[in-house]
């Protein structure tokens, strides 16, 4: 293992108001009472769960992120969450430019860019996704979308800010679809995104920047994701919705430590 530490993440998406959090996160308090200082967790509620979550959790080892934010600080934008907003609750992670956000409401990899600005300029760690989906791959552009999207992401953030920011690899087809890029696909991608990284910056920062796997990450195949030399976590989904199975990812990537 490299001296990168791992960062198991859980990506609640639309569910889990505060009730249903409360009781996730006692689930997972219960079943995971200790975690290892040599992972990192994280869970990020739906925004009207994050208070709550922040306050449960304060005296714990999970980290609380948020899953979106704009890249305004206040403003006329109604329904939208500001990072000053995301700091005041206690959020130090956020997640930006997940596929859903792409496909669904119009996230492009300028608002990706201008978005994590905003993180790092409120000392919030941007976990920034990147992916293909089936068709680019089939097509065999995958790495030419991926290498787009990463240096598109980070234009302009400097040499120190980067080391702050988390890379999710996320291949749209196996989001949700219990299709899972096989480890070696996994690694292919991660191995790809550090050197593009490192043509970026320099070899020491793209050795320590962290790259999660992101497409349907679970216990059954976690051992084997995160035993490549270049993943360093998971974004899980759904498998972080129940406590068992979020608690036992976690406990693999301890194993792996």
């Not at 689930?27 to 200790?34: P, W």
């Not at 992972?39 to 304060?58: E, N, Q, R, T």
């Not at 792409?102 to 201008?114: A, I, L, M, S």
């Not at 696909?185 to 320590?208: D, G, K, P, V």
Request: glycine fraction near 8%.
């Amino acid at each position: 293992m490299s001296e990168r530490q791992f960062l198991i993440a859980g990506n609640w998406k639309m569910n889990g108001g505060p009730f249903e959090a409360a009781e996730l996160l006692e689930g997972l308090r219960s079943a995971k009472n200790e975690i290892s200082e040599e992972v990192d967790v994280l869970v990020c509620p739906p925004f009207v769960s994050l208070g709550m979550a922040v306050k449960y959790l304060h005296d714990s080892d999970i980290q609380v992120g948020a899953q979106n934010l704009h890249f305004e600080d206040n403003g006329a934008f109604t329904g939208e969450i500001s990072a000053t907003m995301l700091a005041e609750s206690g959020c130090n992670f956020v997640l930006i430019g997940h596929s859903e956000r792409r496909q669904y409401f119009g996230e492009n990899d300028e608002t990706v860019n201008k978005k994590a600005h905003t993180a790092l300029s409120h000392k919030i760690a941007p976990v920034v996704c990147v992916g293909e989906s089936l068709d680019q791959r089939k097509k065999d552009t995958h790495f030419d979308v991926v290498s787009d999207q990463v240096k598109k992401a980070l234009q302009d953030i400097s040499d120190s800010e980067i080391l702050d920011v988390v890379i999710a690899y996320e291949p749209i087809w196996a989001i949700g679809t219990g299709e899972t890029a096989s480890p070696e696909q996994a690694q292919e991608m991660h191995a790809f995104i550090r050197a593009e990284i490192a043509a970026l910056y320099n070899e020491e920062t793209a050795s320590a920047i962290r790259i999660l796997y992101g497409g349907s990450m679970k216990p059954a195949n976690a051992e084997e994701l995160l035993s490549q030399t270049d993943v360093d976590g998971g974004l899980i989904g759904g498998a972080s919705l129940k406590a068992d199975s979020f608690s036992e990812i976690i406990s693999i990537a301890e194993k792996l430590s």
